[in-house]
């Protein structure tokens, strides 16, 4: 496996012809079978056999398999070949390219987790619609018997991946590096997690580190694994476009997402499907028909909502589509627009009447109006007030500071307004009373001649305390009052202004 690389189709010629062992003493010797050089040269395109000799004796001598065996051995996995117990027979069928031997690293058995196995395929920079189509894939997939293999890579590979492991179903990832490798990095969690529930699997021996080549190579083997492939999601230009035509070459069943018309990401799909070349597929259960045993791995048939008014007879809705929506219209009107004569007509009015599709009108029959319900939103903590302390009234005003708080106010700051006398509204005119004497506001003397001046009523500028609607309350300030602000004017309701 060393000594040449994957999908090297001469080596597998060679080792169709002469076995393994002999292959092997052929390139140390550098001496080929006289009749392989000869059936090479037949071939469309005659290989170099002289360079590709030297290359595989180069890369032989090189080769270690006794570290191999057993670094797979401290890794936990093993190395099966062609007529191994495990080894799938369906790889048979890729020919010349079918792989010299496989690296397994996991707990399921690869053969008959193949058995009944579908390939998910797609984009890497998958879109959330491709991603959520591969993870249902992988779901009902899994949920139905069927193994999920797939490549392990970003977008639609892991989504069907974790799917399958959602469903407690063996996956089985293709990688194209050793199985010591994990590639992409950030897959380590997945990959130790299908290990534990599925398999992972490479034709690279441990410690061989993934290329543009071998990508594209080991598309090969996640066709030829599956009984068929889906592509979820693919550019023109995509890897998941070359697994497809792996399938094709095989004779597997190929299957395409349509996805929208505006996206890129499934422009390879519907060239697919417009060539003809796979089949529109839009849930697991038509996956499984494609792939499945004929006549009993069916989809079930989806069928169009019914509605109550496919039960009526012919008559009868003829009748009810007469009936107009506003207003009104007689037995004859509405049978005349329905062309069916009266009897039929009266004989439907009384069914559908009867059935709730109308109701008499002072005109004669309409239309029922139908009650349209819409769910209830669900309450909103943001659209509900800021919870109260229960200590804190909520009719009652904010207090003003205390001495303790002015003592503490910071410097430079200009003295707080004096304690000023609560107003309150008047019963009948919406005037304002106040409670206390007015000779506690400041400058009412001033601007009013004093308080025995508005107490008399011949204070300038005031019209009495009758006149301004002043009156004396009982009631603390605390009790339905309201202290008006700092910045406010201080006058009494009705004063004349300071001159």
Request: proline share 9%; hydrophobic share 40%; glycine share 10%.
């Amino acid at each position: 496996m060393r000594a040449a690389d994957v999908g090297d189709t001469i080596m597998g010629r060679l080792v169709t012809q002469c076995g393994a062992p002999a292959a092997v003493e052929a390139i140390r010797t550098r001496t080929l079978p006289a009749g392989f050089a000869a059936q090479e040269a037949r071939q469309n395109r005659p290989p170099n056999l002289i360079a590709r000799l030297n290359a595989w004796h180069a890369r032989l001598a090189a080769a270690d398999p006794a570290a191999d065996l057993e670094a797979g051995e401290k890794l936990g996995a093993r190395l099966i070949i062609p007529g191994s117990p495990e080894w799938p027979t369906q790889l048979d069928h890729l020919g010349p390219s079918r792989p010299l031997g496989l690296w397994l690293h996991g707990t399921a058995n690869l053969r008959f987790s193949c058995l009944k196995s579908v390939a998910v395929v797609g984009a890497r920079t998958a879109t959330a619609y491709g991603v959520h189509i591969a993870a249902e894939f992988g779901v009902g997939l899994s949920e139905s018997g069927w193994t999920v293999v797939s490549g392990g890579a970003f977008g639609v590979d892991s989504a069907a991946h974790r799917g399958a492991l959602a469903a407690d179903s063996p996956t089985v990832v293709v990688l194209a590096c050793g199985v010591d490798i994990c590639y992409p990095s950030s897959h380590n969690t997945l990959f130790a997690a299908v290990r534990d529930q599925g398999m992972v699997i490479s034709e690279c021996p441990p410690g061989v580190h993934p290329t543009r080549a071998r990508f594209l190579i080991r598309n090969r083997l996640i066709a030829a694994l599956s009984r068929g492939t889906v592509v979820v999601e693919a550019a023109l230009r995509s890897g998941a476009l070359n697994t497809a035509a792996h399938a094709l070459s095989l004779n597997r069943h190929l299957g395409a997402v349509p996805g929208p018309v505006t996206s890129s990401l499934s422009a390879g799909c519907h060239r697919l499907l417009r060539e003809r070349k796979a089949v529109c597929i839009t849930s697991p259960e038509e996956m499984i028909e494609l792939v499945g045993v004929i006549g009993d791995d069916l989809a079930p048939h989806s069928r169009a909502p019914a509605v109550p008014r496919d039960k009526l007879n012919e008559s009868t809705r003829k009748v009810l589509d007469a009936i107009p929506a506003r207003g009104g219209a007689g037995p004859a009107s509405i049978a005349v627009s329905a062309g069916v004569s009266l009897d039929a007509t009266l004989s439907a009015l009384g069914g559908l009447a009867a059935a709730g599709y109308i109701e008499r009108a002072p005109d004669g029959w309409r239309l029922r109006k139908q009650a349209t319900t819409y769910p209830k939103a669900p309450e909103s903590a943001a659209l509900e007030p800021p919870p109260i302390a229960e200590d804190t009234d909520p009719t009652q005003d904010p207090p003003f500071p205390d001495d303790d708080d002015l003592a503490r106010r910071e410097p430079n700051l200009p003295d707080p307004l004096p304690d000023l006398p609560a107003w309150t509204t008047g019963p009948s005119n919406g005037t304002h009373h106040q409670q206390g004497t007015l000779a506690d506001l400041p400058g009412a003397g001033a601007g009013c001649g004093g308080a025995e001046a508005v107490s008399s009523g011949t204070g300038a500028g005031c019209g009495g305390a009758d006149e301004a609607g002043l009156s004396r309350e009982e009631s603390r300030p605390d009790e339905g009052t309201h202290p008006p602000s700092r910045g406010a004017d201080r006058r009494a309701p009705g004063a004349a202004p300071e001159r």
